[in-house]
C-alpha cells in the first residue's frame, strides 16, 4: 500500500497534465471534400509551419489521468485553478498575479490543496483496505 504524500500527488497531477496534452484534438468534422491532397513542391513547403506528431498516450495512462481528475472535486474551485496552473508548469509569477498574492502564500495555498488530496487518498486506501480484508475474512469463515 503506497502512503501518498504531497509530492506523489503533485507527481500524479503533472503526469495528467501531460497526458491530456498527448491525447488526439477534438475537432467538429464540419465540411470535407473528396478531392486529393494538394502535392506542393519543396519551395512552397519551406514557409509552412513543422507539423506536430505527438504519440498517442498508453491506456494506463488515461485511466490514472481519469482518476486524478477525480480527485480535483475534492477541492474547493480556487484551490483547483492553483493546482492545475502548477500542473501545467506556470510559473509562480502568473500565479500570484492570477491569485492576486504574495509567492509564498500561493504556494502555501498549493501544498494545502495537495496535502488535501493526499489525506483523503491515505483515509481511502485504509477504509478500502478495511473492507477488503474483512470481506476476506468473511469469507475464510464461511468455508
Known amino acids: ?26 475537432r ?14 519543396a519551395w512552397e513547403k519551406l514557409g509552412a509551419e513543422p507539423r506536430v506528431y505527438r504519440f498517442p498516450p498508453e491506456p494506463a495512462a488515461i485511466d490514472r489521468m481519469h482518476e486524478t481528475m477525480r480527485w480535483v472535486q475534492w477541492l474547493e474551485i480556487e484551490q483547483r485553478h492553483l493546482v492545475w496552473m502548477r500542473a501545467k508548469r506556470y510559473s509562480w509569477r502568473d500565479i500570484t498575479i492570477h491569485f492576486a498574492c504574495d509567492r509564498t502564500t500561493a504556494w502555501r495555498r498549493w501544498q494545502k490543496a495537495l496535502e488535501v488530496v493526499a489525506t483523503r487518498l491515505n483515509q481511502e486506501c485504509l477504509s478500502g483496505s478495511a473492507v477488503a480484508s474483512s470481506t476476506i475474512s468473511r469469507g475464510n469463515s464461511t468455508t
Not at 3 to 11: S, Y
Not at 28 to 41: E, T
Request: net charge negative; with cysteine; hydrophobic share 45%.
Open 1 to 26: 500500500m503506497v502512503k501518498w504524500t504531497a509530492e506523489l500527488v503533485a507527481e500524479r497531477f503533472s503526469e495528467a497534465v501531460q497526458t491530456a496534452d498527448r491525447l488526439p484534438p477534438v
Open 28 to 41: 467538429v468534422q464540419g465540411y470535407f471534400n473528396c478531392w486529393p491532397d494538394i502535392q506542393r513542391m
